[in-house]
């Protein structure tokens, strides 16, 4: 199991550009996640889905999209890159309902860190 | 809604001392609770949680943590500190997944434990 993956891991990018972080997770997971994380701040949540085709706000959604077309993949969609977005990005999975004793445990990729200038 | 807050966002202690984090949280129903660890660089881990069965919980690398519902309070401690210890802990606080929440974790700001000779 490689559990969530994250791509890039590292990004630059100008004001106004666009970009997607990549999310996918090998664990059969329903629940995903993707939060930032601001020096001082903690996690604060964008997004979340419960399923293939079902997604939420979160917290701190403003700025972002995502889509959920299967079970192992949770794109985050940036389309007008501001400096405020500079963050570094995590996603995470949880929640198996086949898998017995399945509690709420997270799990979280290695992040993306991204850079707007 | 839920909240946890993180007493002390800087933590120092002296190799082989007691390693104390507070952690108080708020939350309207019973609460799943969490202490993740996140070293440089990295993603998070989980150390340790607490989902309604014994109030102490014991982690990973040494750690535990007491379930205190009358106090609010999900403190992490570790007997004696080790240099490899040294890193960012987050409690975080969540209700039920399968509930409305879908598992949903609102983290603590993060403190920054420091281990020095």
């Known amino acids: 199991n490689a559990g969530v993956t994250q791509t890039p891991k590292f990004r630059i990018l100008k004001i106004g550009q666009s970009m997607t972080l990549q999310c996918t997770q090998d664990m059969n997971h329903n629940y995903m996640y993707w939060y930032r994380q601001d020096p001082g701040m903690g996690l604060k949540l964008i997004y979340y889905s419960v399923g293939a085709g079902i997604t939420d706000k979160g917290e701190v959604p403003n700025g972002y999209n995502v889509s959920r077309s299967t079970t192992e993949d949770f794109p985050l969609r940036l389309e007008l890159a501001a400096p405020s977005q500079t963050s570094v990005y995590f996603c995470a999975s949880s929640y198996s309902p086949l898998l017995a004793g399945s509690t709420d445990t997270q799990y979280f990729g290695p992040g993306t860190r991204l850079t707007v200038l | 809604a839920q909240s946890v807050t993180q007493l002390g966002s800087h933590v120092s202690v002296s190799e082989g001392a007691l390693v104390l984090l507070r952690c108080n949280y708020s939350s309207s129903v019973p609460p799943y609770l969490f202490w993740y660890v996140q070293y440089p660089n990295q993603g998070l881990q989980l150390l340790l949680k607490y989902t309604s069965a014994a109030t102490l919980v014991k982690g990973i690398n040494g750690f535990e943590a007491e379930f205190k519902k009358s106090e609010t309070s999900f403190h992490l401690t570790k007997p004696s500190a080790h240099m490899s210890d040294a890193a960012e802990y987050f409690c975080?606080?969540?209700?039920?997944?399968?509930?409305?929440?879908?598992?949903?974790?609102?983290f603590g700001q993060g403190t920054i434990l420091t281990v020095h000779p």
């Open positions: 975080a606080v969540s209700e039920r997944a399968g509930g409305t929440s879908y598992g949903k974790l609102t």
